[in-house]
């Protein structure tokens, strides 16, 4: 049936406000007859107004915001319905993130109250929102009045339908049924009841029943869902015992059983008696529990469970039997008395609401007091976890009951199921203290809620090893689905009831899929095994994917003593135990042994690996970026995927045919259509040939000033110049002035490097100076074998003048030496080599070319010593 909207506490707030303190503008009436009436507000702070409208001729009315803002999550906008009770906008009562255009709200009946309930602060007339424009008209017709219901069999299929109660048509002559789901319409000339569907299980469905008349009158259902709940297990999901089938009987059923489906609402509750294997009654955590007829401490459940439509992470344990979610009885007084005519759904001191009956009798924890007897614990995995409460060997109340009465029963909650088992495992009866009345069952918030399992009401009843569940029977929070997968994953049902016919043993897998309330999903799966009895086996060849092969042989083997019997029949017409085939495709081979037959299929794929070239090693001194082509030469390079890799790393970014290269280095691809793949690598490497020449070595005295300059064919290159090794700060040009410290001695090496882009070439030239004093004609000797000043080593001049003679003079003018092409050759001696004395000589140089210091002739003195000192 139609189930009224809950409103929020803030809401609930608005509603008390409306009838003490709310500031009303009276009730005004629409004018069914005349345009919409438009009104615009803007709220204050702390502002609790509130508008009430009413039709003129009886028809809803409908209120459609055409602007205005609230403060989103702080002050909120309520519509209440005719009733006065339900909040039309309780799901969105601040609009889109505070925005209210284009909110539309229609009342039931003839009257509509729209109302704001506002914090200290943020509001419209403090310049924090902006007014509120909206119109308020009448439909123009009635709605129908409708009751929905979802119907099953689980005898069947598991299919359901959906049961539409019409009981007034609303100002309508004809109304049509319709769902969310595409089922054929269903027309309704009158009241009375009707049906759409079948639906498959667990599937969401909205009806919706529309006025012909005029279709903007129009009821929806909440969705509507329904599955066949298991009548044993504790499992949340059971696919079921494994299957043995033989040759007579090909085909099965498979049956999935499900506890419940999760997050259904508590409005009410299925009553069912399962059979479980029972969580222990030992070992949990004690309670407090170890005097008569009281409540427990307060104990924390491990989740949140929800029971009739209310969040409870808390609860108390009673000595009698119970437990409520009414923490305010922690530690009081647990009553025990019953009469037989205080049957569920009941209420007084002794039978509060919120309460799990489980079952309720007189009982004293005090005989002999152990903590340990009134237990619980938690097991299991989140989010399906399951709480357990343990009565375990309580004794009975009363002299002639305590030492021989006891009774062990469990109160089991499940997380997101938010079902309830109550497992009897022993509750005797003790006639001799309160007639050995109990009661079994739940109450929720008021006496219009409950659930009381057949002859379990209070009266005198025992139970051994009995077990009830109380499952819930609303409308889903969160969509769940259900599927049975084959053994490669594909979806074969959706229903938990479905035949198979296997032609070999198969696993099958049932998959319940649940959004959690914090919006994940939650998957459980479950296998059975369905096996084929039989005299033989087959074992085929695997699935063939192959690249680059013309054809491929295929094999079936028989083993098993049918297997002399067996003949083989291929897809292709083939009757031998191997066929070589040459196209991709599916292949299956039927091996039949008098009435049995078993098939299997063989895929076989033969494709052509792509073709690629990415040419030849590059040398590059990357003026222009490199492209590489991986395209295929044999597919339609968009049918490909590329994997480049640079120096062994995967370029994740790169998945094109073409790659843009700018940086050296080696560069791989794997280009794969369909399964085959093909790789091909390129190296990109910098230019060897880039020249550069700077000259033949050469020698200079330290203070000349010398250029040595770099000579290259390239273009666009920069320079740097380095002397042993060393690089030369400033120095970028092509050329570079030289000169040394006048002690600087030995050679220097000049080196320069062009760069161009990653290429790089160089050379060097070797710089000798020569000794120390030699850039100057010496005007002294000792020719006296120490290695130093032995000789006149005019070397430097030649290299800079060419060739030139030396003619020596004594004192008195006379020629002693004379040397053409004169280099070094004067040591002290004569003409006749004989050893000249101790003195002062002159010399005269002539050269072949004028020299640029000394002209065509240079001479002057020089001492010669020749003693040893």
């Known amino acids: 049936m139609l189930t009224h909207n809950t409103m929020s506490a803030k809401a609930y707030l608005a509603l008390f406000l409306f009838f003490t303190t709310a500031l009303t503008f009276g009730q005004t009436t629409v004018d069914c007859t005349a345009s919409p009436l438009n009104n615009t507000f803007c709220y204050a702070n702390n502002d609790n107004s509130s508008f009430v409208f ?8 409908r209120i459609v915001f055409n602007s205005g803002t609230v403060e989103n999550n702080f002050d909120e906008v309520v519509i209440l319905d005719s009733n006065g009770i339900t909040d039309l906008n309780e799901e969105t009562p601040y609009g889109n993130n505070g925005d209210l255009t284009g909110l539309t709200y229609t009342s039931s009946g003839d009257t509509i109250t729209l109302m704001i309930t506002s914090d200290v602060s943020n509001s419209c007339q403090s310049g924090g929102q902006t007014a509120w424009d909206y119109d308020v008209f009448c439909t123009t017709c009635l709605n129908p009045e409708v009751n929905f219901a979802a119907e099953g069999n689980c005898d069947g299929d598991g299919e359901f339908f959906i049961n539409v109660d019409v009981t007034d048509l609303g100002s309508a002559s004809a109304l049509e049924i319709t769902d969310d789901q595409g ?5 309704a000339p009158g009241t009375g009841t009707y049906q759409i569907g079948p639906y498959v299980p667990f599937t969401n469905v909205t009806v919706t029943v529309t006025n012909l008349d005029d279709t903007s009158c129009a009821v929806s259902s909440d969705p509507l869902t329904f599955v066949c709940i298991s009548d044993g ?7 079921g015992p494994d299957v043995v089938l033989s040759c007579e009987t090909p085909c099965t059923e498979l049956e999935a059983e499900i506890i419940a489906v999760p997050r259904l609402t508590t409005s009410s509750y299925l009553v069912q008696g399962p059979i479980c294997d029972l969580p222990p009654v030992s070992g949990g955590t004690p309670t407090n529990l170890v005097i008569d007829d009281r409540w427990s401490d307060v104990i924390t459940i ?14 108390v344990m009673a000595a009698n039997g119970q437990i409520s979610f009414d923490t305010s009885l922690a530690n009081q007084f647990n009553g025990w008395n019953s009469a037989p005519e205080d049957l569920l759904p009941y209420t007084d001191s002794n039978f509060p609401l919120n309460t799990i009956y489980g079952a309720f009798h007189d009982l004293n924890p005090a005989v002999n007091p152990d903590p340990a007897r009134i237990n619980y614990f938690v097991t299991g995995e989140a989010p399906f976890r399951i709480f357990v409460l343990n009565f375990d060997n309580v004794p009975h109340f009363g002299s002639s009951c305590d030492s021989t009465f006891f009774t062990t029963q469990q109160i089991l909650l499940y997380e997101s199921l938010n079902v309830i088992d109550v497992n009897l495992i022993n509750k005797p009866s003790c006639p001799g203290w309160n007639e050995g009345l109990a009661t079994l069952g739940i109450m929720g918030n008021d006496l219009t809620e409950f659930s009381v399992p057949p002859d379990r009401n209070t009266g005198v009843w025992e139970a ?8 819930p029977n609303g409308q889903p929070t969160g969509a769940s689905s259900f599927q049975w997968l084959d053994p490669t994953g594909a979806v074969i049902g959706t229903s938990p009831r479905i035949t198979v016919c296997p032609t070999e043993d198969t696993v099958y897998t049932a998959v319940l899929t649940t959004e959690l309330e914090d919006g994940s999903t939650e998957v459980r799966m479950d296998d059975v095994l369905v096996e084929l009895e039989l005299s033989f086996a087959i074992e085929v060849t695997p699935d063939v994917q192959a690249c680059d092969q013309e054809s491929a042989d295929l094999s079936v083997t028989v083993s098993g003593s049918g297997a002399p019997n067996a003949t083989i029949l291929w897809s292709t017409g083939e009757t031998t135990p191997t066929i070589t085939v040459s196209q991709s495709g599916d292949y299956t081979v039927t091996v039949t042994v008098e009435n049995c037959s078993l098939e299997k299929t063989i895929n076989v794929q033969l494709e052509d690996s792509p073709v690629i070239d990415l040419g030849a090693d590059i040398e590059t001194c990357f003026e222009e970026p490199v492209i590489l082509d991986a395209s295929p030469t044999n597919f339609d390079p968009a049918t490909a995927t590329y994997e480049w890799s640079k120096d062994g790393v995967v370029l994740a970014s790169e998945t094109d045919a073409t790659l843009v290269v700018t940086e050296l280095g080696e560069y791989s691809v794997v280009v794969t259509v369909g399964f085959c793949s ?6 990109i490497e910098p230019r060897s040939d880039l020249e550069v020449t700077v000259g033949d070595d050469f020698k200079t005295c330290a203070s000349d000033i010398r250029t040595i300059t770099a000579n290259t064919d390239e273009t666009d290159v920069s320079y740097q110049w380095l002397l042993n090794d060393e690089l030369i700060p400033g120095e970028t040009g092509s050329s570079i002035e030289i000169s040394f410290e006048p002690n600087t001695v030995g050679t220097q090496t000049y080196t320069v490097i062009i760069t161009k882009g990653d290429c790089t070439g160089t050379d060097s030239v070797d710089v000798t100076l020569y000794n120390i004093g030699q850039c100057v004609i010496s005007e002294g000797l000792s020719p006296n074998g120490d290695g130093m000043n032995d000789c006149l080593d005019l070397e430097y001049l030649v290299d800079r003048t060419g060739a030139f003679s030396v003619e020596i003079f004594n004192r008195l003018g006379t020629s002693v030496y004379t040397q053409s092409n004169y280099l070094n050759e004067w040591c002290g001696q004569d003409n006749n080599n004989a050893q000249l004395p101790t003195g002062t000589y002159f010399y005269v140089i002539k050269f072949d070319q004028p020299d640029q210091e000394f002209g065509a002739v240079k001479s002057g003195w020089i001492y010669l010593n020749t003693q040893s000192n």
């Open 54 to 61: 009413q039709s003129s001729n009886g028809f809803p009315l």
């Open 233 to 239: 297990g504790c499992e949340l999901l059971n696919a």
């Open 464 to 471: 051994t090893n009995e077990n009830w569940r109380f499952v």
């Open 183 to 187: 089922s054929t319409p269903v027309s």
């Open 302 to 315: 491990p989740f949140t469970f929800n029971y009739f439509q209310n969040d409870y992470t808390q609860l």
């Open 678 to 683: 093909s790789t091909d690598s390129i190296l």
